[in-house]
Structure formats: structure tokens, C-alpha cells
């Protein structure tokens, strides 16, 4: 299947790594609708994209909103029946989250909500429309301090970064993955969790060593995958992450 046949859902992809996913795929020639939870802020992705002559289309989709959640299903049945590719790269951070000890409680519940519960809401309402693509791709972004390996070796230098709601957020975005993955075993579906690397964006004060554009490389790659796409694995610009 040529890559124009191809339709992809991009969450949070407004701005930081998500756009730079969307425009990638846009200049793949996949047609890219880009979520995002304020309209305003979608379409104004949308017509960057456009005004470098790439096909895009926008609509709202907030992880915590169920209803926003049926909507983009029903536009995206009506207008495609199918979904080929989602990226599940809508994710948040928290000011007042922190080492286990410290961290505001709340703070973790609203991170789990939006990097988990939201994550798993939007793919299983997505599910029935990817199941009518013929090869789906789910990309589930994630990150090296997800990893319970990781976080448990004092020799990384993800060791000192105890967030335990975000990193919590992501241990179990890498366990949605790796179910469903099994789940989906019979099926040409192949589901990733990939980390793009520590990249300059709003999320991390734009401290990092990657462009958004570089960070989009890894998830963009592995939503791109052909039929021997391997299916439940965890993997970083460097290679294979330890879970
Ligand atoms: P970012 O620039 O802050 O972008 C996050 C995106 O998620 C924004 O579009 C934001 O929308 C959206 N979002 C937040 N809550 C949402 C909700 N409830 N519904 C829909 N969209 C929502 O962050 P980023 O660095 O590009 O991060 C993208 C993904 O990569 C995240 O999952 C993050 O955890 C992961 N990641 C990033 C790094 C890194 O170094 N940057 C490393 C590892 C993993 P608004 O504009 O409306 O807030």
C-alpha cells in the first residue's frame, strides 16, 4: 500500500514532538489528522502544515474528555472507515509531582488520567477502525523513565530523576503495550512503545539533547513499520530499552 493510501491519528499534536510527528508522516505522504484538546490550537497545526503544501487535517481530541473521544471515532469513520496508524503521543507532566516521599497525590492522579487512562481510552475507542486497516500500526509514546530496569539502576543517568507520577504514567503506558500487543497477537496489528529521546520542548523547560524534529524520528519510524514488524517491544534512539 502506498504510503498516500495511509490515514494516522496523531495525539497532542499541536505542538512539540506530536507536530513533528505529523508533519513527517504528512511528508511520507500519510494523510495526518492532527488531535489536539483546544480546536484552536489544532487548527492552527493543521494550517502550518498546510502552508508548506502538506495534506493535514485537524480535530479536537482531549484524553479526559470521553465524548471528544466518540466524536474523532465517528469523524474518522465517516470520512476514512478506518484507521491505519495512532500515535498515542499526548502526555503531560506536573509541577508538583516528585519523589515518592513528596509528590502531591493529586499530581500523579492527573498525570495517570491523562498518560494512562487517556492513552487506553483513545485506543480502545480507536480499536474497531484500526482493526479495519489492513496492517495497523500503534505507537505508544514513552519514555527511559518509564522503565522499572532503569529506574532501579544507580548507574543511569535516569537514576536521580524520581517522578514517581510520570514515571509511574509510563511504566504503565509500557504495560498497555506490552497486553495488547499479546492481545493483538493474531492480529496484523503491531503495537510499540517508543522513547524518543530527552527533547527541547514546553514538557521538559526545553532542556534536552534533540529537536522535536529528531525526537519524531524514532515514533514516526516505528509507526511506519512493514510486515515484519516485530509487535510488543520498548525501544529508543539507541536500541532495545530494558522494561
Ligand atoms: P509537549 O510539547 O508538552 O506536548 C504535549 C502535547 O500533549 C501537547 O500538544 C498537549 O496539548 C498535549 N496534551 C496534554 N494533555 C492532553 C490531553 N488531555 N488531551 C490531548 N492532548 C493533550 O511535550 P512533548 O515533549 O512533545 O511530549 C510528547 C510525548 O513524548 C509525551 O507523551 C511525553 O511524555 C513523551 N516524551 C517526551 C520526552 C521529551 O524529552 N520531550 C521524553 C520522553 C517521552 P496542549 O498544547 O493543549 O497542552
Do not use: C
Amino acid at each position: 500500500m502506498a504510503d498516500t493510501d495511509r490515514i494516522a491519528l496523531v495525539t497532542g499534536a499541536n505542538k512539540g514532538i506530536g507536530l513533528e510527528i505529523a508533519r513527517q508522516f504528512a511528508q511520507s505522504g500519510v494523510l495526518v489528522i492532527i488531535g489536539a484538546r483546544d480546536p484552536v490550537r489544532a487548527e492552527a497545526a493543521r494550517d502550518d502544515l498546510t502552508a508548506q503544501g502538506l495534506k493535514a487535517q485537524s480535530l479536537r481530541l482531549d484524553l479526559t474528555d470521553q465524548a471528544t473521544i466518540a466524536t474523532a471515532v465517528e469523524t474518522i469513520h465517516a470520512g476514512y472507515g478506518r484507521l491505519d496508524i495512532l500515535v498515542n503521543n499526548a502526555g503531560i507532566v506536573d509541577a508538583a509531582d516528585g519523589p515518592p516521599s513528596t509528590s502531591s497525590a493529586e499530581a500523579a492522579r492527573r498525570i495517570m488520567d491523562t498518560n494512562f487512562v487517556g492513552t487506553l481510552a483513545v485506543t480502545q475507542a480507536m480499536l474497531p477502525l484500526l482493526r479495519q486497516a489492513p496492517a495497523a500500526r500503534i505507537v505508544n509514546l514513552s519514555s527511559s523513565l518509564g522503565s522499572l530496569s532503569v529506574n532501579g539502576d544507580s548507574t543511569s543517568p535516569y537514576y536521580s530523576a524520581r517522578l514517581i507520577g510520570y514515571n509511574a504514567s509510563k511504566a504503565a503506558v509500557n504495560m498497555l503495550t506490552v497486553q495488547l500487543a499479546q492481545e493483538l497477537g493474531d492480529t496484523p496489528i503491531v503495537v510499540n512503545s517508543v522513547s524518543p529521546g530527552f527533547v527541547k520542548t514546553d514538557l521538559t523547560g526545553h532542556a534536552g539533547f534533540m529537536t522535536p524534529e529528531e525526537g519524531a524520528k524514532m515514533p514516526v519510524r516505528y509507526a511506519l513499520l512493514g510486515e515484519d514488524a516485530v509487535s510488543g517491544r520498548f525501544v529508543e534512539p539507541n536500541g532495545e530499552t530494558p522494561w
